[in-house]
């Protein structure tokens, strides 16, 4: 993990520590900041996919993999 994905999750880790946040539950918040980067990248690519021409069931199927893929989902 590079130095930018940790200054991008601490304000998700500062919001967990704002209740009573285990160090899963800060880890789980700190998770929210890269699906939060996977789904902007998704828009992004479904984005450029509809404007190549793409039909909307390939953009669909797009967006589902970059966000949902084997490496996110147990």
């Known amino acids: ?4 994905a940790l200054v991008a999750r601490v304000p ?3 919001a967990a520590n704002l209740g009573d946040a285990s160090m899963l539950d800060r880890y789980r918040w700190g998770a929210v900041a890269c ?3 996977s789904v902007v990248l ?3 690519v479904v984005r450029l996919m509809r404007r190549a ?4 069931h390939a953009c669909a199927i797009a967006a589902v993999l970059l966000v949902a893929n084997p490496l996110v989902v147990k």
């Open 35 to 37: 699906l939060l980067a």
């Open 12 to 14: 998700f880790v500062l």
């Open 42 to 44: 998704a828009m992004v």
């Open 1 to 4: 993990m590079g130095p930018f």
């Open 53 to 56: 021409g793409q039909p909307a």
